[in-house]
């Protein structure tokens, strides 16, 4: 059987934002990635393979974290994936590809921020991640839908969603 690699986290940054702002993605990412690598001592160039994990229906748009490569340095062409997951799949992807043998270096960074867009059509753009616009169903048709299946089923009563409701006002 073959033995592991070690892998070591080497650096990190981190930047939490507390209120909503206009900063892009790219504008969050420029300084943290500078300081990972810097930390370090790395450039781009010394980097064997860069990972990122983002959520694009958040972002409202298919494919955003092409934007956030210019963060990075994407030229000349680096051997890169995303992954529509958080940073944690973002790792695993980059640790196997250490473990394999195939890159000896990795920069996995992650990113999100809340959607600028309401939460109603927000929720249901997560059925859809490579929308360009909210389309229906939206979370309170999908909630209705699921509201009618426990009706039909049985498994509840007219009544007893109708209390849910009163709770819930």
């Known amino acids: 059987?073959?033995?592991?690699?070690?892998?070591?986290?080497?650096?990190?940054?981190?930047?939490?934002?507390?209120?909503?702002?206009?900063?892009?993605?790219?504008?969050?990412?420029?300084?943290?990635?500078?300081?990972?690598?810097?930390?370090?001592g790395l450039t781009q160039a010394d980097i064997g393979f860069t990972c990122s994990g983002s959520s694009d229906f958040l972002a409202g748009q298919g494919f955003s974290f092409v934007q956030t490569l210019d963060a990075v340095g994407a030229f000349p062409p680096i051997s890169e994936s995303h992954v529509e997951m958080d940073g944690a799949f973002?790792?695993?992807?980059?640790?196997?590809?250490?473990?394999?043998?195939?890159?000896?270096?990795?920069?996995?960074y992650s990113y999100g921020k809340s959607s600028p867009g309401s939460r109603r059509d927000v929720l249901a753009v997560q059925l859809d991640p490579y929308t360009v616009a909210p389309l229906w169903p939206d979370a309170h048709a999908v909630a209705a839908l699921q509201a009618r299946l426990l009706l039909e089923s049985g498994a509840v009563s007219a009544e007893g969603l109708a209390e849910i409701?009163?709770?819930?006002?």
Not at 31 to 37: F, G, M
Not at 101 to 107: F, K, M, N, Q, R
Not at 165 to 169: F, G, L, M, T
């Open 1 to 40: 059987m073959a033995r592991m690699r070690e892998v070591a986290v080497v650096s990190s940054a981190i930047y939490q934002v507390e209120a909503l702002t206009f900063t892009t993605d790219v504008q969050l990412m420029v300084p943290l990635i500078n300081e990972a690598r810097s930390a370090v």
């Open 90 to 108: 973002a790792l695993y992807e980059a640790w196997v590809k250490l473990q394999v043998g195939e890159v000896d270096t990795a920069l996995v």
């Open 165 to 169: 409701a009163v709770r819930s006002q």
